[in-house]
């Protein structure tokens, strides 16, 4: 897969290269949801070791649904996509407020810049937690309204700070903050509030900051976030998901996918852009379809449940059923968690990939480079990783396969070897592959050595890393 550009930000340095961004500017008139007042239940069943890639719509519930998930599953990384570039710059300003907040009282402070007296921090801290799997949001009665006005009774409210960082049309009453906006869902006035979400109550919606519930549920659960936002790669893109979702899901393809889509599967969204609908019939395709038809992504779609589009229980929340992906589709999932950098190559002696896949390898930022013109390339030419897929396994001869690997491991700091094990079951008695001392005969003892599943074992294939000693490998 080529390098993937985008308008945007990597919050955090980290040792993955996955994207490259260029910047976008600030905007400041105002027009974005400050909160939102989706809903979301999620029951889960069981828990796995797997790391998930968590990505979806930059909306303030995002971090309330991504609290959620991250209590049974482990984060690898973050992405979070919205077109209204505001929006992008008010989901930063979360994220920052939630790592500076000594504890869920303070982040409720900076976020709506207001002092609490005893009595407000009292309540808050005394306030019975919602359950773990859902997040406040948009009800008609939800019986925290008296709660809501006591806590505006109880605290000070810096008018300047508020507009000042914000750049909103607003009032404050007894009942919260009545702010006007222009959107790209149309409901341009509302009320933020701390805790409350019900209709009834107001004379507009009410989106709330979910206090009680989500990651403000308890004080463990808004730690755990902290820790996560603080060592997880985050990466924020601006631009429409409705086309760019083909390749920031696919330079994914090879980890577990949570997508969250709060409320744009809805009619009043698709009606707007058709679009939408073309989005997630690609993404049920990818998530339910097997070999040969590639590729097979490992993906649940995570929606506001006041209005939610029936789609395949494979990819819904409802049940987290276990995804079955072929011995090709995990043996890339293996490969790409060795791969670093932008400029990789993946060396083959078949061309019919080459042809199936137009030239494009796989592999997130690699490109495929046929054996024959690897053989010719000068090896002053330097890439990030070189992957050697399956060469002898493929025809190359022995003393071209030894020369290729000397040739590849002075081309790059991080070479990856993978070929068939002739040690595993799949091969023992046809004799067909290479073992690990061939390899160490040619290079050496290996940075890290690594096994491929197959059809009957979990070590068809061999996998081994070379790679310079300043290189960490995180496995």
Request: aromatic share 14%.
């Amino acid at each position: 897969m080529d390098i993937q550009y985008f308008s945007g930000f990597s919050l955090r340095d980290n040792n993955e290269d996955l994207y490259k961004f260029e910047d976008v500017p600030k905007r400041r008139l105002g027009n974005y949801y400050f909160l939102s007042n989706d809903i979301f239940r999620q029951r889960f069943r069981g828990s796995t070791s797997k790391r998930h890639v968590f990505m979806g719509i930059a909306n303030p519930h995002f971090y309330h649904v991504l609290a959620i998930v991250s209590s049974r599953r482990q984060i690898k990384r973050i992405v979070a996509i919205d077109n209204n570039i505001e929006q992008i710059y008010h989901f930063i300003r979360l994220c920052n407020y939630i790592l500076e907040s000594k504890n869920r009282t303070d982040f409720l402070q900076r976020l709506f810049k207001v002092r609490f007296n005893e009595k407000a921090r009292s309540i808050l801290e005394k306030m019975p937690a919602g359950k773990l799997d859902r997040v406040r949001g948009g009800v008609e009665k939800d019986g925290l309204f008296k709660l809501e006005l006591t806590l505006w009774e109880n605290c000070s409210f810096d008018v300047d700070a508020f507009r000042e960082t914000y750049y909103l049309d607003f009032v404050r009453n007894e009942k919260g903050l009545l702010i006007k906006a222009k959107t790209i869902g149309d409901i341009n006035d509302y009320y933020a509030t701390f805790v409350c979400c019900g209709r009834a109550y107001y004379e507009l919606w009410a989106f709330t900051a979910g206090f009680g519930s989500g990651f403000l549920s308890n004080e463990k659960i808004f730690q755990r976030l902290k820790n996560i936002l603080s060592s997880v790669p985050i990466y924020v893109i601006a631009g429409d998901v409705s086309e760019l979702y083909n390749n920031i899901i696919l330079s994914n393809q090879y980890e577990p996918i949570v997508f969250w889509l709060s409320n744009i599967l809805s009619k009043y969204f698709t009606d707007k852009n058709p679009k939408i609908l073309r989005m997630i019939s690609d993404i049920q395709q990818w998530g339910t379809q097997r070999e040969p038809n590639f590729p097979e992504v490992e993906i649940k779609i995570l929606q506001d449940q006041r209005e939610k589009m029936k789609i395949s229980s494979i990819i819904d929340d409802r049940f987290w059923k276990k995804r079955r992906l072929s011995v090709h589709t995990n043996n890339f999932r293996k490969l790409s968690g060795y791969l670093y950098g932008f400029n990789n190559v993946e060396v083959v002696n078949v061309q019919k990939w080459i042809k199936n896949d137009a030239g494009v390898s796989k592999l997130p930022n690699t490109k495929y480079l046929y054996f024959p013109e690897f053989q010719s390339i000068n090896e002053d030419t330097r890439f990030d990783s070189i992957i050697l897929h399956i060469l002898k396994g493929h025809g190359v001869t022995k003393d071209n396969y030894s020369d290729a690997l000397r040739k590849a491991r002075r081309m790059t700091n991080n070479l990856i070897i993978i070929e068939h094990n002739r040690e595993s079951k799949d091969f023992r008695k046809s004799k067909i592959g290479v073992t690990a001392d061939e390899i160490r005969d040619s290079l050496g003892k290996e940075s890290l050595i690594d096994f491929g599943p197959g059809y009957r074992c979990k070590d068809r294939n061999l996998i081994m890393v070379y790679r310079a000693p300043e290189v960490a490998i995180e496995k």
